[in-house]
């Protein structure tokens, strides 16, 4: 190599260590910049016109405190600090903290009160085995409930179950809209009731709970309140707490599957994936299920290994569903802490019919909630069923087999085919209506 060769490459280097230098420099002092505190004191300009600030109500049940922001707990994020926790998909509840805690005013939550309104709901079926009063789903079987404000007091009603249905100040509808007024800490009004029925009324398909969660959206729309969601679950503390679980209100709000626990300050739902293409092979006797014989013939202690088998059971379950495998599901709903007991005091079909259903061709059977239907779930359903070949699903051969179990045992009662509902209760109608002039809603609500 020359001399010249030694010189250019010598200078290359310099020039190449001076650029780098300079670099790390203006990296430095950048960096040093970006953290220094930046002052709180802000200015801002309040035109002469601006409204008076309106006082708002807000009210927050079983609140966590982070999501509280009238309680000085709120985490707000610091701007100059960057936030370095990783959002997954899942975490809705702290995407909202963030969006709450980011916001400068808390808009007020109180709207306009309404003359009448519409709910639709529907029924759901808990336990689905070992999940006592924590696991449930919402079944595609509706009622309808309009609430109007009214000079006196009246309930009528049509359809499913309207003979029994209780028709005074006891009704839980009636039950739901008083929670819903005292919540909104106003007077409830005189108010008459319309209910169109199609959940068959004390079959263990969740028709009190579709009363009260009806009940509570009616009266939250007829007074002109809202609920905090995220962070509290308002609605369904309001709900489980008249109920005293979670199982079949976290679906009728929901839809879907749903587990609840108490978390020791207030309830908490999620929601468990459903396979597709499943129907629901529904036996609903004829005579009515109480809620409190059932509850009745279940003891106050289980033994360890009982407990035991429902906990493994209850797993199954929740990752059978999740993971679409029906195969498993069999199993998953298999128990020992309320269906055994409930069969020999009062349903000595049960298990015959359970096993009939799942000889037939059925994914599982169970008893639903506290009784007396019977629920089976079956594959094979892609679309309108009406126009699928029926040998591709196996819903008429398990009615069947269910059905003629009934006959044997001497039980009357009928057979239902529908499906897991993925949506909940839900306002149909208003007056005066939510939709404006340039807002259209679903259904023009």
């Known amino acids: 190599m020359s001399n010249n060769d030694n010189v250019k490459l010598a200078t290359t280097a310099l020039v190449a260590s001076g650029l780098g230098a300079a670099l790390s420099y203006l990296m430095f002092k950048r960096q040093q910049k970006e953290s220094r505190p930046r002052s709180n004191s802000m200015t801002f300009h309040i035109p002469s016109d601006a409204p008076a600030a309106v006082s708002s109500r807000t009210s927050f049940i079983f609140q966590d405190p982070e999501y ?52 639709r709901v529907p029924a759901s079926s808990a336990n689905c085995g070992p999940g006592y009063d924590c696991i449930g789903l919402a079944v595609d079987l509706w009622t309808e409930v309009t609430v109007s404000r009214a000079e006196k007091f009246e309930i009528t009603a049509e359809g499913d179950g309207a003979e029994e249905m209780p028709k005074d100040d006891s009704n839980y509808i009636v039950t739901g809209v008083k929670a819903a007024y005292e919540t909104a ?54 709900a489980a707490s008249i109920e005293g679980h979670p199982d079949n209100v976290a679906p009728v709000i929901y839809g879907g599957f749903q587990v609840g626990i108490h ?18 092979v529904m036996f609903i006797p004829d005579f009515i299920g109480k809620t409190s014989a059932a509850r009745g013939v279940l003891k106050d202690t289980i033994s360890r290994s009982d407990a035991a088998f429902n906990i493994g059971r209850v797993a199954f379950l929740v990752h059978a569903l999740a993971l679409g495998n029906l195969d498993n599901l069999k199993w998953g709903v298999q128990d020992r802490m309320h269906q055994p007991q409930r069969a ?53 051969s398990v009615a069947k087999a269910m059905m003629e179990i009934a006959e044997t045992y001497g039980v009357k009662g009928r057979i239902v085919v529908t499906q897991a509902s993925q949506e909940g209760a839900r306002v149909v ?6 939709s404006t002039e340039f807002i259209t809603f679903r259904d023009n609500v």
């Open 344 to 396: 020999e005091a009062l349903y000595p079909h049960l298990f015959p019919m359970i096993k009939a259903a799942e000889e037939s061709g059925a994914c599982c059977a169970f008893l639903s909630g506290a009784g007396p239907t019977v629920m089976a779930f079956t594959s094979g359903a892609s679309g309108d069923i009406f126009t699928q070949r029926e040998k591709e699903r196996t819903d008429y």
């Open 68 to 119: 509280d922001i009238n309680s000085g707990n709120v985490r707000v994020r610091d701007p100059s600090v960057s936030d370095t926790t990783v959002l997954m998909p899942h975490s809705h509840e702290e995407r909202m903290r963030r969006r709450i805690a980011a916001r400068m005013a808390v808009e007020d939550e109180n709207s306009q009160p309404r003359q009448s309104v519409t709910v």
């Open 263 to 280: 978390n020791g300050t207030r309830w908490v739902t999620e929601r468990i994936p459903s396979p597709p293409g499943m129907q629901c």
């Open 429 to 434: 109608k208003t007056d005066p209506p939510f």
């Open 185 to 238: 800490n106003k007077p409830m009004p005189p108010l008459k009731y319309h209910v169109i029925s199609r959940i068959p009324y004390a079959r263990g398909l969740g028709s009190s709970s579709a009363a009260i969660v009806a009940g509570i959206i009616a009266g939250l729309v007829l007074a002109g309140h809202r609920l905090p969601v995220w962070g509290s679950e308002s609605l369904l503390q309001i």
